[in-house]
T-cell receptor, first 114, second 114 residues
Framework: SQTIHQWPATLVQPVGSPLSLECTVEGTSNPNLYWYRQAAGRGLQLLFYSVGIGQISSEVPQNLSASRPQDRQFILSSKKLLLSDSGFYLC?????????????FGEGSWLTVV | AQSVSQHNHHVILSEAASLELGCNYSYGGTVNLFWYVQYPGQHLQLLLKYFSGDPLVKGIKGFEAEFIKSKFSFNLRKPSVQWSDTAEYFCAVNPNSGYSTLTFGKGTMLLVSP
């Protein structure tokens, strides 16, 4: 069966420090991968998605970047964190959504920028 | 771009009351529709989804949703809620036109009192 893991689960970082959140999927090949940010009262905001290695689409301009160095690995990064980057970040995967597949979410990562 | 609107941010019900959570989307083409639930301290998980066929969709735990194309709506219902239904509920839409992304509403927090 397929599983998705993301880490770290919680992170406290000073303003201006770098960030790296990692997500891996097991048990499938060539998944579509996503990074969402969840904020109270604002739902889930899609940040990045990837349909293949090295292919990244950004949904909103921001201080963050994403990379997909391997088929089942998706990394969310920042060179210099801002206070406004604090939040709950979710990695997710699916096969082709248009074909009736479900999107599955990881456990989430709480980032606090201080 | 598509958008999803959930009418209520917070809903408070007593056990055995009936539930209806509103969801409207804006997209002119064919869509795939989802309801996700997030119980306290747990992952987002799929409640039900609509891709085609019968517009009345049955999900887990006694939930159902009806797709009304003319109203661009996909409301979630349950005839009799339980305390264990306390959670945050998210409606989401995927335009079935080659975009493999999911746009979420802002969520509705449901609190069921025993």
């Amino acid at each position: 069966s397929q599983t998705i893991h993301q880490w770290p689960a919680t992170l406290v970082q000073p303003v201006g420090s770098p960030l790296s959140l990692e997500c891996t999927v097991e048990g499938t090949s060539n998944p579509n991968l996503y990074w969402y940010r969840q904020a109270a009262g604002r739902g889930l905001q899609l940040l990045f998605y990837s349909v293949g290695i090295g292919q990244i689409s950004s949904e909103v301009p921001q201080n963050l970047s994403a990379s997909r160095p391997q088929d089942r690995q998706f990394i969310l990064s920042s060179k210099k964190l801002l206070l406004s980057d604090s939040g709950f970040y979710l990695c997710a995967w699916t096969m082709d959504l248009n074909s009736g597949n479900t999107i599955y979410f990881g456990e989430g990562s709480w980032l606090t920028v201080v | 771009a598509q958008s999803v609107s959930q009418h209520n941010h917070h809903v408070i019900l007593s056990e055995a009351a009936s539930l209806e959570l509103g969801c409207n989307y804006s997209y002119g083409g064919t869509v795939n529709l989802f309801w996700y639930v997030q119980y306290p301290g747990q992952h987002l998980q799929l409640l039900l989804k609509y891709f085609s066929g019968d517009p009345l969709v049955k999900g887990i735990k006694g939930f159902e949703a009806e797709f009304i194309k003319s109203k661009f709506s996909f409301n979630l219902r349950k005839p009799s809620v339980q305390w264990s239904d306390t959670a945050e509920y998210f409606c989401a839409v995927n335009p079935n036109s080659g975009y493999s992304t999911l746009t979420f509403g802002k969520g509705t927090m449901l609190l069921v009192s025993p």
